[in-house]
């Protein structure tokens, strides 16, 4: 006897078809693939460390300072240090080196200028 998703192939032996889908596919592959993934992980995670700990030697960068005066902000101290450049490049360039949390100083701050925009 036969029925749709059940073929007979023999004397009480009835088995289903199985039919993955696309999802199901995705699934499967996903999951075959994560012990790679996880292998890989450590061993960047360890790799990438002992090349980290090997590079000890960091090359010098050069920069001068400037202290912040009353009244002026960083586009105004941009401006100053690169009159040629674009301002914004030269803010984001002082705001990365310097590690500051946004565009804001204050008088009597002390900043570093990237040797690229110092003119001196």
Not at 41 to 59: E, N, R
Not at 75 to 90: G, L, Y
Request: net charge positive.
């Amino acid at each position: 006897m036969t029925s749709i998703g059940i073929t007979a192939h023999g004397p009480g032996v009835t088995r289903t078809r199985l039919r993955l889908t696309r999802r199901g596919r995705r699934v499967i592959a996903a999951l075959a693939s994560l012990p790679a993934v996880v292998g890989l992980t450590i061993a960047l995670a360890v790799g990438g460390g002992a090349a980290l700990a090997a590079k000890d030697v960091v090359a010098p960068t050069h920069f001068r300072t400037v202290t912040v005066a009353a009244g002026e902000s960083l586009w105004s101290i941009a401006e100053e240090v690169a009159p040629h450049a674009d301002p914004r490049d030269v803010v984001d360039a002082i705001v990365r080196l310097n590690a500051l949390g946004g565009a804001t100083v204050s008088a009597g701050q002390e900043l570093a200028i990237p040797a690229q925009y110092d003119g001196r």
